[in-house]
Each structure stands twice: as structure tokens, then as C-alpha cells.
């Protein structure tokens, strides 16, 4: 075939060295933390908002990568089903809302009682092809789903492989993905080898190149596909879409450096997991501060529990719960405009119920007081943490 003299290096082989330490210990400390994630309870309105602040920026990231020029806050509107552009802008919104619906028919599917098809397939691909070109205009030659029929140049940087070849190189790529080469026997290696064959469908389709447009967004959705069937948490399954575009210059080099090197995927392997990590750590961060937050709520709430439960009580809760979304001092005389319930609330009793309410609180060491100004104690749930040595001072 003629993609072997013109594209040598599309081998649908990997040998991962096993005496590449770092490569291991990378592999091991994103599964650990994949694992973490995995394993910790949050509430529905949390959990759900962590989905939609991800899924816009992996939306965003695959769809910005290609020149999308929507801004994350837009995205995020177009998540919640809110935004509303100008005709001209229309065939952006229509770029990101096939992204974000695919995404969406993938979660449900998999997710469903039955669990959806893990396995790759040529269908599943041409079918990704179709609904990210769904509705927008697209060059000549070039039809949804539909393998190219004509020679392509990709980026000015690379030819894909021969159009004659596209249907046998997508059909050996999905067996070799299909294959015992990524499912590991010890279910430990499971997330890792899960991570390495997203990596390595997304590079091998960006070399193969097989339609006439859409090629990168079906790569990061193939990507996508294989993480969220493999047991990585939605939110983290558009980590590396996000780290492509955050990266993207290097992106595009790790691509050219990987076929300029004869087939040779271990660096972009790498820079994937690298920054795979980098996100997860990321979204660890943002767990903990949610459970955190939840642990304070239920200590505020358990400070109220034998205090009457009056009108009073509840404006002071408010209070401290306005106050800790701030998350910073407040000077006490804009207390009133921390809300437009405590501004309504305030609006009658004056200054002298907001010096109650903040000297009660204080009593209860809800809040701290300095020079005029307040905060809420947020601070104190870390003494409920084990206690441990810093690092530093070892």
C-alpha cells in the first residue's frame, strides 16, 4: 500500500520501556489521583456544576484549538443554553453546540443501563465525523462522515496518509485499539493503559487524516470516548483536550516531532500525561474546596442547632454564609450590601441590628473582626484536617 512508503511510521505498534521510571511513576501517580477523584462523594448541585465547568472547557479547548474564537464565559452559557449571538457568530455557536452534544449523547450513553459500545469502531468514527461538521460550511470535497477522496495538507507541515488507503488504515487502527496491546490483565494498569491508548487513537487519527475536514475534532472526541469508557470521571475525560489548546504550540510540535521521529510516540505520550496530571491536580483542588465549603456548612448549621430557630438566627446565618462567598474582609459598613436579601433585611433596622448580628457571631467565632472590617472562619475547618509535618520543614 502506498501509505507505507509515504507514511512509514503509522506501525500500530508501542513498546512501553519498562525500566522508563519516570514514564512509570507518572502513569502511577495519574491513575492514583484518577482513582481519587473517582472515589469521592459530592453533592448533585456540585457534582453537576463540576461537569458543566469542565465539559465547557474541554468544549472549548477542541473547538479554540481549530480557530474558534468564543470566549470560556460564552461557552459556558452556551453549556446552560443561554447565550444568544448575532447571526454573523452563528456558525461558531453551531462549531461548539456539535461538540457539546456529542459529549453529552456519549455521557448518556455509556452511562445508560446497558453501557453504551466501549469498543472503536470505523461507524463510531465516520458518525463523530459527521455530527462535529453537522450544519456548518465546509470546503469543497469535503462531506461529513465521509472518508476524503482527494489528497490533504495538514497544516502546511504534513500530508495525511493516501486517500486510497483511509478505509484500511481507520479499519487496522480500530483493531489494534480493540486489541490485547491496551487491555492489560491486572486491573490496577486499567487507567493507565486506558490514558495511553486515548493518546495514541488521537495521534495515529491526526496522522491518517482520513477526512476532509473535522479531523482534529474527532481525534480529541475519540480521546474523550475512550477515557470516559475506561473509568476516568467525566470531568477529568476533557483534561487532555484542554491541556492540547492551553499547550497548543507545543501541540502541534510533540505531532510533528512524532512522525519526523519515525513513528517514535513516547515524548507526546509524555507531554499528554504531563499535563493530564496537571488537570487532574487541578480539579483535586476544586473538590477539596467544595468539600471543604460543605464541612463548613454543616459546621455553621451544627453552631445554630441550639439557638432558637428565629427570623433573627436565620439573617445571621445568611450573614455568615454571604460572607464567606466573598471569601475576603468586608468593610462592616457595606455588610448591608453583601446581598440583596441581608440589603432588604438591613434596610429598616439600620446599623444597630448589623452590629448585633456581627457581635453574636463574633461570640460564636463564626467570623473574625479587625479595624472595621469582617470575615467568616471559614479557616477553622482545617484544624478538622490529620495533622502532618510540612514538607518543607523536614
Known amino acids: 500500500m502506498k501509505y507505507e512508503t509515504s507514511h512509514p511510521w503509522l506501525k500500530f505498534s508501542l513498546r512501553l520501556p519498562p525500566d522508563d521510571y519516570h514514564l512509570w511513576l507518572l502513569l502511577g501517580e495519574v491513575s492514583s489521583k484518577v482513582q481519587h477523584v473517582n472515589g469521592v462523594p459530592l453533592r448533585p448541585d ?14 472549548l479547548a477542541t473547538t479554540a484549538i481549530e480557530g474558534n474564537t468564543l470566549s470560556e464565559t460564552q461557552v459556558r452559557l452556551l453549556v446552560d443554553g443561554k447565550l444568544e449571538l448575532p447571526k454573523s457568530q452563528q456558525y461558531l455557536q453551531q462549531e461548539v453546540q456539535n461538540i457539546i452534544d456529542v459529549c453529552n449523547r456519549e455521557a448518556r450513553e455509556l452511562m ?46 504534513y500530508r495525511g496518509a493516501p486517500a486510497e488507503d483511509c478505509e484500511y488504515l481507520l479499519e487496522r487502527l480500530c483493531t489494534w485499539l480493540n486489541s490485547d ?25 491526526a496522522w491518517i487524516h482520513p477526512f ?4 482534529g475534532r474527532t481525534a480529541r472526541l475519540i480521546e474523550f470516548h475512550i477515557l470516559f469508557a475506561n473509568g ?23 505531532l510533528a516531532k512524532a512522525s519526523a521521529s519515525g513513528g517514535d510516540l513516547l515524548p507526546f505520550i509524555r507531554y499528554a500525561l504531563r499535563g493530564f496530571l496537571d488537570g487532574i491536580r487541578e480539579q483535586i483542588g476544586r473538590i477539596r474546596d467544595q468539600q471543604m465549603r460543605v464541612a463548613w456548612e454543616n459546621y455553621v448549621y451544627d453552631r445554630f442547632r441550639d439557638v432558637k430557630n428565629s427570623p433573627t438566627q ?3 446565618r445568611d450573614l455568615v454564609f454571604a460572607l464567606t462567598d466573598r471569601g475576603d474582609w468586608v468593610d462592616v459598613a457595606g455588610i448591608d450590601l453583601l446581598t ?13 441590628m448589623v452590629q448585633r448580628d456581627l457581635n453574636a457571631l463574633s461570640k460564636m ?30
Open 314 to 316: 436565620k439573617r445571621r
Open 112 to 157: 445508560g443501563p446497558e453501557g453504551g459500545d466501549r469498543r472503536l469502531c470505523r461507524a463510531l468514527i465516520e458518525q463523530y465525523n459527521h455530527d462535529v461538521l453537522k450544519g456548518l460550511e465546509l470546503s469543497e470535497g469535503s462531506v461529513p462522515g465521509q472518508l476524503r477522496p482527494h489528497s490533504v495538507l495538514v497544516g502546511n507541515v
Open 212 to 215: 476532509g475536514d473535522g479531523n
Open 181 to 205: 496491546d491496551f487491555s492489560p490483565a491486572e486491573e490496577e494498569l486499567r487507567i493507565p493503559f486506558a490514558l495511553i491508548k486515548a493518546i495514541v487513537a488521537h495521534v495515529y487519527l
Open 365 to 394: 467565632e463564626l467570623i473574625s473582626r479587625r479595624h472595621g472590617k469582617v470575615r467568616a472562619n471559614q479557616h477553622v475547618i482545617e484544624a478538622f484536617l490529620p495533622r502532618r509535618v510540612e514538607a518543607s520543614k523536614g
Open 46 to 59: 456540585v457534582a453537576a456544576d463540576l461537569h458543566r465547568v469542565y465539559l465547557a472547557k474541554g468544549v
Open 232 to 254: 476516568i470521571p467525566l470531568p477529568a475525560a476533557h483534561l487532555l483536550s484542554d491541556h492540547y489548546n492551553l499547550t497548543r504550540a507545543g501541540y502541534y510540535r510533540e
Open 340 to 352: 440583596p436579601k441581608l440589603a432588604r433585611e438591613y434596610a429598616t433596622a439600620g446599623e444597630r
